[in-house]
């Protein structure tokens, strides 16, 4: 996962500066990730919000 960005809103891991979900700034500082693959079955991704699949970031800072 190294030279991966995350969003600052909604925690996505993306290789672009912009964030592809939300068009908002990536950062380059975060830590954990987690696989999303059926949103809507997932505890996890309920309590973070997720609505789509992929990987995402536990913590950005």
Do not use: F
Request: aromatic share 6%; net charge positive; with cysteine.
């Amino acid at each position: 996962m190294k030279n991966y960005k995350a969003c600052k809103n909604c925690h996505l891991l993306t290789k672009e500066d912009a964030c592809p979900n939300c068009s908002l700034p990536t950062a380059k500082r975060w830590t954990g990730y987690i696989i999303i693959r059926d949103p809507a079955r997932s505890q996890i991704a309920k309590k973070m919000n997720i609505t789509k699949a992929g990987t995402y970031a536990l913590k950005v800072m």
